[in-house]
């Protein structure tokens, strides 16, 4: 896949079970206001057969190369920020990972078991980034399970491959010039922000602002039957230049004086 099918890929995937996305999208972009994207987050286990190197490869094939690396100590992530070579208004890509080591030994037997019990020739697949969930239905007990000690894992678990999320980049937008006006505008219109720590994430000093759409919520077929739960939300980046008068590029743990803040629960993670 060259980088057009890979992102429209993506953004398909995303959309179908974040509707909310798209009619954001769509209302952003009504006045002919052009939406470019800031970054694509993506999930996964650091289990070998799936971590971020096995998933990076269609991104670095399609033109992209690492840029930054993070950690997030309280939720158990590593992750790696991806920038394109050539196309500098190309979405930046962050894949986070799951450290199983830093888990229960009961989250790592089950992790182990869903991975062990797929074809183990998918994990091949060039395409694995777009297969969303390879393994069998879940089990809701099990989604419980993970949930409880990881929302991320839980989240994995029943979506599998695929963007968690789309970043608008507010910077492009004409019709903004802060991100408190682009927050005021969605509610106006009826769109509920995550409020938790603050509807914005970040400041200006940390050279990143960023707000999210509470995520939509859908019914999941599970082996025990059908429930509601949430899928995906809609993020909002806005950046501000560095000391060399370009716009930051990376993520709020980025900065080497923060990333051992992200232990600190004031600090959200901002991926
Ligand atoms: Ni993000």
Not at 6 to 27: G, N
Not at 63 to 86: D, N, P, R, S, V
Not at 174 to 201: P, Q, R
Not at 213 to 225: A, H, K, R, S, W
Request: charged share 25%.
């Amino acid at each position: 896949m060259n980088k057009q099918e890979l992102l429209a890929k993506l953004w398909e995937q995303y959309t179908a079970i974040t509707p909310s996305a798209e009619k954001i999208h769509s209302l952003l972009g009504k006045n002919d206001q052009t939406i470019s994207n800031d970054h694509i987050a993506i999930r996964t286990y650091n289990d070998a057969r799936v971590n971020i190197s096995v998933l990076e490869k269609p991104f670095v094939a399609a033109g992209y190369e690492a840029m930054g690396e993070y950690f997030f100590e309280a939720k158990k992530l590593y992750a790696k920020h991806y920038q394109h070579t050539i196309d500098k208004n190309a979405p930046k890509i962050f894949i986070s990972e799951l450290l199983l080591e830093k888990c229960s030994e009961n989250l790592q037997v089950i992790v182990k078991e869903i991975l062990d019990d797929c074809d183990q020739t998918v994990f091949e697949n060039p395409e694995l980034i777009i297969k969303g969930r390879v393994w069998e239905t879940p089990s809701y007990a099990i989604y419980s399970i993970l949930r409880e000690e990881s929302e991320y894992a839980g989240w994995m678990y029943v979506y599998g491959f695929r963007a968690n999320h789309f970043t608008v980049n507010v910077n492009e937008l004409t019709d903004f010039n802060t991100l408190e006006s682009l927050n005021d505008y969605l509610e106006e219109n009826g769109w509920n922000l995550n409020a938790s720590g603050g509807k914005i994430k970040g400041t200006p000093e940390q050279l990143l602002e960023q707000s999210s759409t509470l995520g939509d919520v859908q019914e999941i077929e599970f082996l025990e039957g059908k429930y509601n739960i949430p899928t995906c939300y809609y993020e909002f980046a806005l950046r501000y230049p560095d000391s060399s008068g370009e716009l930051y590029q990376g993520f709020i743990a980025a900065s080497a004086d923060k990333i051992f803040e992200s232990t600190d629960l004031k600090l959200q993670v901002v991926e």
